[in-house]
């Protein structure tokens, strides 16, 4: 009896609501998996220091990304293995676009290229202004016309949703197919900020987090979170 008050009286992390989830042409998938949860455990610990925190990183995007292109678009391939001819699957071109939003982005991108080397890089410089949170692009280099191309968004905290909304509309002006943002935390209200964006506009939109946290704080903070991911990645610059 004392075990179970013990145990229901944990704070709980994360929403372990019913996933994936749909609204309109957003779908939410947030990650309920006992290796994910453990690794982000001890991502969020604040005495995880930056080498342990980059590798944990990698290896989290790599169990994201194995979700997160569940839909990636594949042509029939005829082959002969050793003991007969057979047709399998593999990766239909135009290949897969990664595109990290710097700088936190880059400590997902090794990750993300293992499991897709073929895939094509494009980076996306996004800077959000502390005080009003609105994102604005610095730098950008992205193939010029991206018709047709699966777009696959690196950025691991979905705070208020401000810079992966702006990053999705100019991949949908570029004319990519389909967008999958990869975070390693969402806020609620972040999520809901892209359902409302997105979900009216027929445009295909997956998010897919490693947990969906508490709320923003008053700073623009995800609580319980892990503190500012490109600071815990490279340092305080
Ligand atoms: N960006 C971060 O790095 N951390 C947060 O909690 C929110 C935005």
Do not use: W
């Given at each position: 009896?004392?075990?179970?008050?013990?145990?229901?009286?944990l704070?709980?992390?994360?929403?372990?609501?019913?996933?994936?989830?749909?609204?309109g042409t957003?779908?939410?998938?947030?990650?309920?998996?006992?290796?994910?949860?453990?690794?982000?455990?001890?991502?969020?610990?604040?005495?995880?220091?930056?080498?342990?925190?980059?590798?944990l990183?990698?290896?989290?995007?790599?169990l994201?990304?194995?979700?997160?292109?569940?839909?990636?678009?594949?042509?029939?391939?005829?082959?002969?293995t050793?003991?007969a001819?057979?047709t399998?699957?593999?990766?239909?071109?135009?290949?897969?676009?990664?595109?990290?939003?710097?700088?936190?982005?880059l400590?997902?991108?090794?990750?993300m290229?293992?499991?897709?080397p073929?895939?094509?890089?494009?980076?996306?410089?996004?800077?959000r202004?502390?005080?009003?949170l609105?994102?604005?692009?610095?730098?950008?280099?992205?193939?010029?016309?991206l018709?047709?191309?699966?777009?696959?968004?690196l950025?691991?905290?979905?705070?208020?949703?401000?810079t992966?909304?702006?990053a999705?509309?100019?991949?949908?002006?570029?004319?990519?197919?389909d967008?999958t943002?990869?975070?390693?935390l969402?806020?609620?209200?972040?999520?809901?900020?892209v359902?409302?964006?997105?979900a009216?506009?027929?445009?295909?939109?997956t998010?897919v987090?490693?947990?969906?946290?508490e709320k923003?704080n008053?700073?623009?903070?995800?609580?319980?979170?892990?503190?500012?991911?490109g600071?815990?990645?490279?340092?305080?610059?």
């Amino acid at each position: 009896m004392l075990d179970t008050v013990l145990i229901l009286s944990l704070p709980i992390v994360g929403d372990k609501g019913a996933f994936p989830r749909y609204r309109g042409t957003v779908k939410i998938h947030v990650a309920n998996h006992p290796l994910i949860t453990h690794k982000l455990t001890v991502l969020r610990d604040e005495n995880t220091n930056s080498p342990t925190f980059r590798q944990l990183v990698e290896e989290l995007v790599m169990l994201l990304a194995y979700e997160a292109t569940r839909e990636v678009k594949t042509v029939p391939q005829k082959i002969k293995t050793p003991v007969a001819e057979t047709t399998g699957l593999v990766l239909a071109k135009p290949r897969p676009v990664v595109v990290p939003i710097l700088r936190a982005g880059l400590g997902m991108l090794e990750g993300m290229t293992r499991l897709i080397p073929t895939a094509e890089v494009g980076f996306l410089g996004m800077v959000r202004d502390e005080k009003t949170l609105q994102a604005s692009t610095y730098a950008n280099r992205l193939p010029e016309d991206l018709t047709g191309r699966q777009c696959y968004i690196l950025d691991p905290m979905l705070a208020t949703g401000g810079t992966l909304i702006a990053a999705m509309n100019y991949l949908i002006e570029k004319g990519a197919q389909d967008i999958t943002a990869i975070t390693i935390l969402a806020a609620p209200e972040g999520i809901k900020n892209v359902e409302d964006a997105f979900a009216t506009s027929n445009f295909p939109i997956t998010i897919v987090t490693g947990a969906m946290d508490e709320k923003l704080n008053d700073l623009g903070y995800i609580v319980p979170g892990l503190g500012d991911a490109g600071d815990r990645l490279y340092g305080v610059v």
